[in-house]
């Protein structure tokens, strides 16, 4: 079975750093490109950050470049989102998804098969 699980997530002031953690079970992640969503209130879910596990290529939205940076770490079958510098508009709930769709990673969550159940990103100002 297929699972997505993940972590880290919490009250930080803004200016903060955190760091997510998407742990994958029931597949392994060199087969999928993984992606870090977020979805605030009332908004729809929007890419942050994505890897292909094809060739290491990433996407970051506007939004987030320079700030939060996405990496494998293949031995703990593991997605983390470094995220620096956090401002009050990044306060979502976070989602880690999984898919086996090729191509540069684009940040569409349509794309995505495999989801998990989310963390909360609160940023105060």
């Known amino acids: 079975e297929v699972q997505l699980v993940e972590s880290g997530g919490g009250l930080v002031q803004a200016g903060g750093s955190l760091r997510l953690s998407c742990a994958a079970s029931?597949?392994?992640?060199?087969?999928?490109?993984i992606g870090w969503f977020r979805q605030a209130p009332g908004k729809e879910r929007e890419g942050v950050s994505c890897?292909?596990?094809?060739?290491?290529?990433?996407y970051y939205a506007d939004s987030v470049k320079g700030r939060f940076t996405i990496s494998y770490d293949n031995a703990k079958n593991t997605v983390c989102l470094q995220m620096n510098s956090l401002k009050p508009e990044d306060t979502a709930a976070y989602y880690c998804g999984a898919t086996t769709t090729v191509g540069p990673p684009r940040g569409d969550p349509d794309e995505y098969d495999y989801w998990g159940q989310g963390t909360q990103v609160t940023v105060s100002s």
């Open positions: 890897i292909s596990s094809s060739d290491g290529s990433t």
């Open positions: 029931g597949f392994t992640i060199d087969d999928y490109t």
